[in-house]
């Protein structure tokens, strides 16, 4: 099945045309067959490959499937081929897996939607990018589906685009995202430039060559990281992730939490290779996770959107894989990439059912009390909650757990500090929303009659409920052999050339892990003391440093500096552009140009009398000029 | 006393015979057939002989071999060039049913010297000797003439016709004149023994003048400046559908003698002609692209873009490398596409008695015709040369391969002229979408055949120039023949 892996990304792109071409003349219930089974069929084949895969000698791993030259020009060369080692598959298995659950999730939630079509085209579309993004096996065909995503995200933020808030939102995300773009490409021609090839395998494996820290591949490295940062909504570039939410709640599962997001991650970890040679770079990219980790946390405490709050968890958590990355902790990163896209998918999903019950309200104030009216959706957002707190057994604590383990060994004690500190925060703004949304009383409207939501929604909350809660179990970290995980994904990452191996004891990876233990439970204690126990209290909180709470609830006035440092000027200055450098001068010399080049053709013209003699002249003259030229040597 | 038999294999000319069986089997029931059967058999019969032909065409890769003691060429060149000259011609013939019928001038001597025309072409790509190449040029450019004046009664069909015959004529003269004077200086009017004698023992004034000589004959057919007057009268005068017959046809056939003339006899003096093909180059594009800009009937508006598009295959020629041939190839391939499918929107539209030639009479297609504007739109973006289409990647591989040879100036000269070419081209897709139709545009009648047709041929534009692998591929294996 391997070998016909390119039919993976080719079920949702057949989905993509099919719906988008005759969206509009098939009747709604073939658009939800096509729409989610065409990701279906590309999981149940990447299962196929992933079971192949594991029966395959070790020699024949990894497998490049090569699919046809796609451009070839002097010594440049890029291949569409596919490779699949096991990073792809990892990633291959999370994106059509949690992809096909919310495309069902999706049929009910958007089921009266006038644009049912339409919206399962771009979610298929997107699919089929993300896909070619994780399987490529070169710079460029990666940066394809890069742009392939971007491009769905635009489409499906702005997805209900007669609202202002929504187009500007996409808007938003689409600009952002060109700056850090530009940052990957950057990094590509550089790479190109310097090794001559934009093939992973050849890349890495010359990359060894160099000395380590050496210039190029720092900049090399930085320049990826900048198109990391801004697909990844890391500082400075986050900006766009939380307006993302204006698009419909599935789409922010999907693309805003669970894949599109992680694909900085994915590009992080694949590069490890490149990575590991250069440590300034390393250690910036644990710095930004890091800062942005806290960041987005202290956020997430003041928000009473529950997808804004979901919104910065997300960017918050994605510090945390940066984090990973930058210690040298690719495997983790990824692992916590996983487990992440199961609770978070299934948090996000969960918000969106008690939006649906709730008739579109989204502010956490005028909620409560809703755990007795949609009891599976409390279960479940319940399960994600405690996955995202780290809360043993669930998924979310093995992952990141290991991120706070390898944060201190390989890190810095400075950074597990730090990262422990939004773990606290992370705790106690997620139970915040739990306590917000389904406890206390009910402050809901008296017309609004929250409902469960039908099975076709809940199913898929159930299915990722269990894999948030099981999730975490292929990558325990304490027992040798049995972090089946770290060995699957050996191979795919390069290892930080490190002199000091040390082992750490039993005990104190144990002791590490009831202390992050503790650490939630604390955010947890305080979320229940201040929403359960005395409901005045978060009021007795703010007014006591309102400056601090002014600070965090409105974003740290990022926005508004971006605005007053960045887009105005560059309005301003376009416009002066405009006015006076484009419509002057550069208008000036083009229709200049172009009267010049209209005389001109009228004079040529003339010369086209329509005599034939005159045309029998000028072959003659042609044909004296020659013979001239050639006699007189 | 023995005579030499020369062997020879027919099935090495097997795409040449069907087609001249073909043209001569067309006159003979045009003769002696009901008035019934003419026109709907006609076009579908010569067809069926241009697909008969592909298939023997097919059969012949990759045999690398003359036959007719040495007198053609059997290889991958001319095999490449079959492929274009049967593809245009096919497109050319499914494109001119309705179109002939609008005029009640379907008549089977029309399609019969399509044929012929076709083995003129392929004759000029495979000749192994110079007078099997004007030979080509003569079996092509005949047919080509009667085929202008096909509309005996409307005078600018008449004057096309004649200016062609006269200035044809007129220009033949001159190749054949060039073909003596080699044969005067060298004593051989065979390709190879041509490039082994200047390679042994250099140019001189003979064989100086008869090249020259032979630019001028190639020249007029590909419609280099200063030989290119004829074109946009003929263009303009002749039925559209020759005239998009005659715009890729004629060109690329000419194109394969002149590549295979020069990189085969003359790679050894380059010196001595890239200049003067530069100078023609820069004045073909530019004299080709700047008029271009001030014509309103699409027809003539095509003729000029056609001459623009020889100056880029120039470009390639001037590069004189494996990879500006290969470009050469590939873009005509593309044009071939490209420029027939425009033409064919172009017959679409004119409808009957070519009525509506104006580039103003395109507003509003783009609402009344969503599906014509937009094929007509991707091979405007094609003729401009925008990615992702194989206009583009054509350009690409031309000037690409002139930087590589060091023709710096030649290519940014080029590039200019591409910029220009995108006021009058993309000017059309303005009107067609931007302004309303002054009047109802009335019905375009298409037949399911021409419509798939141009769907195909935009869509193969798009294919080709999304995956250009396998086509590049092709082309280079085509051009191997040229060692440097």
Same mark, same amino acid.
């Given at each position: 099945?391997?070998?016909?892996?390119?039919?993976?990304?080719?079920f949702?792109?057949?989905?993509?045309?099919?719906?988008?071409?005759?969206?509009?003349?098939?009747?709604?219930?073939?658009v939800?067959?096509?729409?989610?089974?065409s990701?279906g069929?590309?999981?149940a084949?990447?299962?196929?490959?992933?079971?192949?895969?594991?029966?395959?000698?070790?020699k024949?791993?990894?497998v490049?499937?090569?699919?046809?030259?796609?451009?070839?020009?002097?010594?440049?060369?890029?291949?569409?081929a596919?490779?699949?080692?096991p990073?792809s598959?990892v990633m291959?298995?999370?994106?059509?897996?949690v992809g096909?659950l919310?495309?069902?999730y999706?049929v009910?939630?958007?089921?009266?939607?006038?644009?049912?079509a339409?919206?399962?085209s771009?979610?298929n579309?997107?699919?089929?990018?993300?896909?070619?993004?994780v399987?490529?096996?070169?710079?460029?065909?990666m940066?394809?589906g890069?742009?392939g995503?971007?491009?769905c995200?635009?489409?499906?933020?702005?997805?209900?685009?007669?609202?202002?808030?929504?187009?500007?939102?996409?808007?938003?995300?689409?600009?952002?995202?060109?700056?850090?773009?530009?940052g990957?490409?950057?990094g590509?021609?550089?790479?190109?430039?310097?090794?001559?090839?934009?093939?992973?395998?050849?890349?890495?494996?010359?990359?060894?060559?160099f000395?380590?820290?050496?210039?190029?591949?720092?900049i090399i490295t930085?320049?990826?990281?900048?198109?990391a940062t801004?697909k990844?909504?890391?500082i400075?570039?986050?900006?766009?992730?939380?307006d993302?939410m204006?698009?419909?709640t599935?789409?922010?599962?999907?693309i805003?939490?669970?894949t599109m997001?992680?694909?900085?991650?994915?590009?992080?970890?694949?590069c490890?290779?490149?990575?590991?040679?250069?440590?300034?770079?390393?250690?910036?990219?644990?710095?930004?996770?890091?800062a942005?980790a806290?960041?987005?946390?202290?956020?997430?405490?003041?928000?009473?959107?529950?997808?804004?709050?979901?919104?910065?968890?997300?960017?918050?958590?994605?510090?945390?894989?940066?984090?990973?990355?930058g210690v040298?902790?690719?495997?983790?990163?990824i692992?916590h990439?996983?487990?992440?896209?199961?609770f978070?998918?299934?948090?996000?999903?969960?918000?969106g059912?008690?939006?649906?019950?709730?008739?579109?309200?989204?502010d956490?104030?005028?909620m409560?009390?809703?755990k007795n009216?949609m009891?599976?959706?409390?279960?479940?957002?319940?399960v994600?909650?405690?996955?995202?707190?780290?809360?043993?057994?669930?998924?979310?604590?093995?992952s990141?757990?290991?991120i706070?383990?390898?944060?201190?060994?390989?890190?810095?004690?400075?950074y597990w500090?730090?990262?422990?500190?939004?773990?606290?925060?992370?705790a106690?703004y997620?139970?915040?929303?739990?306590f917000?949304?389904?406890?206390?009383e009910?402050?809901w409207d008296?017309?609004?009659?929250?409902?469960?939501s039908?099975?076709?929604?809940?199913?898929?909350?159930?299915?990722?409920a269990?894999?948030?809660?099981v999730?975490?179990?292929?990558?325990?970290?304490?027992i040798?052999?049995?972090n089946?995980f770290?060995?699957?994904?050996?191979?795919?990452?390069?290892?930080?050339?490190a002199?000091?191996?040390?082992?750490?004891?039993?005990?104190?990876e144990?002791m590490?892990m009831?202390?992050?233990?503790?650490v939630?439970?604390?955010?947890?204690?305080?979320?229940?003391?201040?929403?359960?126990?005395?409901?005045?209290l978060?009021?007795q909180?703010?007014?006591?440093?309102?400056?601090?709470?002014?600070?965090?609830y409105n974003?740290?006035?990022?926005?508004?500096?971006?605005?007053?440092?960045?887009?105005?000027?560059?309005?301003?200055?376009?416009?002066?552009?405009?006015?006076?450098?484009?419509?002057?001068?550069?208008?000036?010399?083009?229709?200049?140009?172009?009267?010049?080049?209209?005389?001109?053709?009228?004079?040529?013209?003339?010369?086209e009398?329509?005599?034939?003699?005159n045309?029998a002249?000028g072959?003659?003259?042609?044909v004296?000029?020659?013979?001239?030229?050639?006699?007189?040597? | 006393?023995s005579?030499?038999?020369?062997?020879i294999c027919?099935t090495?000319?097997g795409?040449?015979i069907?087609?001249s069986? $073909?043209g /001569?089997?067309l #006159? +003979?029931?045009d !003769? %002696? *057939?009901g008035?019934?059967m003419?026109k709907?058999?006609?076009h579908?019969?010569?067809?069926?002989a241009?697909?008969?032909?592909?298939?023997?065409?097919?059969?012949?890769?990759?045999?690398?071999?003359?036959d007719?003691?040495?007198?053609?060429?059997?290889?991958?060149?001319?095999?490449?060039?079959?492929v274009i000259?049967?593809?245009g011609?096919?497109?050319?013939?499914?494109?001119?049913?309705h179109?002939?019928?609008?005029?009640?001038?379907n008549?089977?001597e029309?399609?019969?010297l399509?044929?012929?025309?076709?083995?003129?072409m392929i004759?000029m790509?495979?000749?192994?000797n110079?007078?099997?190449i004007?030979?080509?040029?003569?079996?092509?450019s005949?047919p080509?003439?009667i085929?202008s004046?096909?509309?005996?009664?409307?005078?600018?069909?008449?004057e $096309?016709? /004649?200016?062609? #015959? +006269?200035?044809? !004529? %007129? *220009?033949?003269?001159?190749l054949l004149?060039?073909i003596?004077m080699l044969?005067g200086?060298?004593?051989?009017?065979?390709?190879?023994?041509?490039?082994?004698?200047?390679?042994?023992?250099?140019m001189?004034g003979f064989?100086?003048v008869?090249?020259g000589?032979?630019?001028v004959?190639f020249?007029?057919?590909v419609?280099m400046?200063?030989?290119?007057?004829?074109t946009?009268?003929?263009?303009?005068?002749?039925?559209?559908?020759?005239t998009?017959?005659?715009?890729?046809?004629?060109?690329a056939?000419?194109?394969?003698?002149?590549l295979?003339?020069?990189?085969?006899?003359?790679?050894t003096v380059?010196?001595?002609w890239?200049?003067?093909?530069?100078?023609?180059?820069?004045?073909?594009?530019?004299?080709?692209?700047?008029?271009?800009?001030?014509q309103?009937?699409?027809?003539?508006m095509l003729?000029?873009?056609?001459?623009?598009?020889?100056?880029?295959i120039?470009?390639?020629?001037?590069a004189g490398n494996?990879?500006?041939?290969t470009?050469i190839?590939?873009y005509?391939l593309?044009y071939t596409?490209?420029n027939?499918?425009a033409?064919?929107?172009?017959i679409a539209?004119a409808r009957?008695?070519?009525?509506y030639l104006n580039?103003?009479?395109?507003?509003?297609?783009?609402?009344q015709?969503?599906?014509?504007?937009?094929?007509m739109?991707?091979?405007?973006f094609?003729?401009?040369?925008?990615?992702?289409?194989?206009?583009?990647?054509?350009k690409?591989?031309?000037?690409?391969?002139?930087?590589?040879?060091g023709?710096?100036w030649?290519?940014?000269?080029?590039?200019?002229?591409?910029?220009?070419?995108?006021?009058?081209?993309?000017?059309i897709?303005?009107?067609?979408?931007?302004?309303?139709?002054?009047?109802?545009?009335?019905?375009?009648?298409?037949?399911?055949v021409?419509?798939?047709?141009?769907?195909?041929?935009?869509?193969a534009?798009?294919l080709i120039?999304i995956?250009?692998g396998?086509?590049?591929?092709?082309a280079?294996?085509?051009?191997k023949?040229?060692?440097?």
């Amino acid at each position: 099945m391997i070998q016909y892996v390119w039919l993976v990304p080719v079920f949702p792109l057949i989905g993509f045309l099919i719906n988008g071409l005759l969206g509009k003349k098939i009747s709604k219930n073939t658009v939800s067959l096509v729409g989610p089974g065409s990701v279906g069929l590309s999981f149940a084949w990447v299962l196929g490959c992933f079971w192949e895969y594991l029966h395959l000698p070790a020699k024949a791993k990894p497998v490049e499937v090569f699919v046809f030259n796609w451009i070839t020009s002097g010594t440049f060369n890029a291949q569409a081929a596919f490779l699949v080692d096991p990073l792809s598959l990892v990633m291959l298995l999370v994106v059509s897996g949690v992809g096909f659950l919310i495309h069902i999730y999706s049929v009910g939630y958007m089921h009266d939607d006038p644009g049912y079509a339409r919206y399962f085209s771009y979610l298929n579309l997107f699919v089929v990018n993300m896909l070619i993004l994780v399987m490529a096996n070169n710079f460029l065909l990666m940066f394809v589906g890069w742009e392939g995503v971007g491009l769905c995200s635009y489409l499906l933020i702005g997805y209900w685009y007669e609202k202002q808030s929504a187009s500007d939102a996409g808007k938003k995300a689409f600009v952002v995202n060109r700056i850090g773009d530009f940052g990957f490409l950057l990094g590509i021609f550089l790479i190109f430039y310097t090794f001559g090839t934009v093939n992973f395998r050849e890349v890495f494996a010359q990359a060894h060559n160099f000395p380590v820290g050496s210039a190029i591949l720092t900049i090399i490295t930085l320049c990826l990281f900048v198109g990391a940062t801004g697909k990844s909504a890391q500082i400075p570039l986050y900006t766009w992730l939380p307006d993302a939410m204006e698009g419909p709640t599935p789409v922010s599962a999907l693309i805003h939490a669970a894949t599109m997001v992680t694909a900085g991650v994915y590009m992080v970890a694949r590069c490890s290779a490149l990575y590991v040679m250069a440590p300034i770079s390393m250690t910036v990219v644990a710095v930004i996770g890091l800062a942005t980790a806290f960041m987005a946390a202290s956020i997430g405490l003041a928000q009473n959107d529950i997808k804004r709050v979901l919104a910065y968890s997300t960017v918050s958590q994605l510090g945390y894989m940066f984090l990973a990355c930058g210690v040298g902790a690719f495997v983790a990163a990824i692992f916590h990439l996983m487990t992440h896209a199961f609770f978070k998918a299934l948090l996000f999903l969960g918000s969106g059912s008690v939006i649906h019950g709730m008739h579109g309200e989204q502010d956490m104030r005028k909620m409560g009390a809703l755990k007795n009216k949609m009891p599976i959706t409390y279960a479940v957002m319940l399960v994600g909650t405690l996955a995202i707190a780290g809360i043993f057994p669930f998924a979310g604590f093995f992952s990141k757990d290991e991120i706070l383990f390898k944060a201190l060994t390989d890190g810095h004690v400075g950074y597990w500090a730090i990262a422990s500190l939004g773990a606290m925060m992370t705790a106690f703004y997620m139970f915040r929303l739990i306590f917000m949304t389904f406890y206390g009383e009910k402050r809901w409207d008296h017309h609004v009659h929250p409902h469960e939501s039908p099975p076709v929604m809940t199913i898929p909350l159930i299915i990722l409920a269990i894999l948030s809660t099981v999730g975490g179990f292929v990558g325990i970290p304490l027992i040798q052999g049995w972090n089946v995980f770290h060995e699957f994904l050996a191979p795919s990452i390069a290892h930080v050339a490190a002199g000091h191996e040390v082992h750490h004891s039993m005990t104190f990876e144990v002791m590490m892990m009831l202390v992050s233990m503790g650490v939630a439970g604390i955010g947890i204690f305080i979320a229940y003391k201040m929403y359960i126990k005395q409901p005045e209290l978060p009021a007795q909180v703010t007014a006591k440093v309102p400056g601090l709470y002014d600070l965090i609830y409105n974003k740290y006035y990022v926005d508004e500096i971006y605005d007053a440092t960045v887009v105005e000027p560059i309005k301003n200055g376009s416009v002066f552009l405009w006015q006076e450098a484009d419509s002057k001068v550069i208008d000036g010399a083009v229709n200049g140009t172009a009267s010049v080049v209209d005389r001109l053709s009228l004079v040529i013209r003339k010369l086209e009398t329509g005599y034939v003699q005159n045309y029998a002249l000028g072959i003659l003259i042609g044909v004296a000029v020659i013979t001239g030229y050639y006699l007189g040597r | 006393m023995s005579i030499d038999i020369p062997t020879i294999c027919l099935t090495n000319i097997g795409p040449l015979i069907t087609l001249s069986v $073909a043209g /001569l089997l067309l #006159l +003979l029931f045009d !003769a %002696f *057939s009901g008035k019934a059967m003419k026109k709907a058999h006609f076009h579908q019969f010569s067809l069926v002989a241009v697909v008969i032909a592909l298939l023997q065409t097919v059969w012949l890769w990759n045999r690398q071999t003359t036959d007719f003691s040495r007198m053609i060429y059997v290889d991958n060149f001319s095999f490449f060039f079959n492929v274009i000259f049967l593809l245009g011609t096919g497109i050319s013939i499914i494109l001119s049913v309705h179109y002939l019928e609008n005029y009640r001038k379907n008549y089977g001597e029309y399609y019969a010297l399509m044929l012929f025309a076709a083995v003129g072409m392929i004759l000029m790509a495979a000749g192994g000797n110079l007078v099997i190449i004007f030979l080509g040029v003569e079996i092509l450019s005949i047919p080509i003439y009667i085929l202008s004046g096909l509309f005996r009664e409307d005078l600018k069909s008449n004057e $096309a016709a /004649l200016k062609y #015959l +006269l200035l044809g !004529a %007129f *220009s033949s003269a001159f190749l054949l004149f060039g073909i003596a004077m080699l044969y005067g200086g060298t004593g051989t009017f065979y390709l190879a023994d041509l490039a082994a004698f200047i390679k042994k023992s250099g140019m001189n004034g003979f064989t100086y003048v008869g090249m020259g000589l032979l630019i001028v004959g190639f020249g007029f057919k590909v419609s280099m400046a200063p030989f290119h007057m004829w074109t946009p009268d003929v263009y303009e005068g002749a039925p559209t559908s020759i005239t998009a017959f005659m715009s890729v046809g004629t060109k690329a056939a000419a194109f394969a003698a002149f590549l295979r003339v020069f990189l085969e006899v003359f790679p050894t003096v380059r010196m001595e002609w890239d200049l003067l093909l530069w100078v023609a180059a820069v004045a073909t594009m530019t004299v080709g692209n700047v008029t271009a800009l001030a014509q309103t009937n699409i027809k003539r508006m095509l003729a000029y873009s056609s001459i623009a598009h020889a100056g880029y295959i120039l470009v390639g020629l001037i590069a004189g490398n494996q990879l500006g041939a290969t470009g050469i190839l590939y873009y005509l391939l593309a044009y071939t596409i490209m420029n027939l499918g425009a033409f064919g929107v172009v017959i679409a539209v004119a409808r009957k008695k070519d009525n509506y030639l104006n580039i103003y009479d395109y507003a509003g297609l783009g609402f009344q015709y969503p599906g014509l504007a937009a094929v007509m739109s991707v091979f405007l973006f094609s003729l401009v040369g925008m990615p992702p289409t194989a206009g583009f990647l054509g350009k690409f591989y031309l000037f690409s391969a002139a930087v590589e040879a060091g023709y710096i100036w030649l290519v940014i000269i080029a590039v200019i002229n591409s910029l220009i070419s995108v006021y009058y081209y993309l000017r059309i897709t303005v009107i067609m979408y931007m302004q309303p139709a002054e009047a109802d545009l009335g019905p375009v009648a298409m037949t399911p055949v021409v419509n798939a047709t141009l769907i195909i041929s935009a869509l193969a534009v798009l294919l080709i120039g999304i995956f250009p692998g396998s086509i590049f591929q092709l082309a280079m294996n085509s051009v191997k023949i040229f060692g440097s």
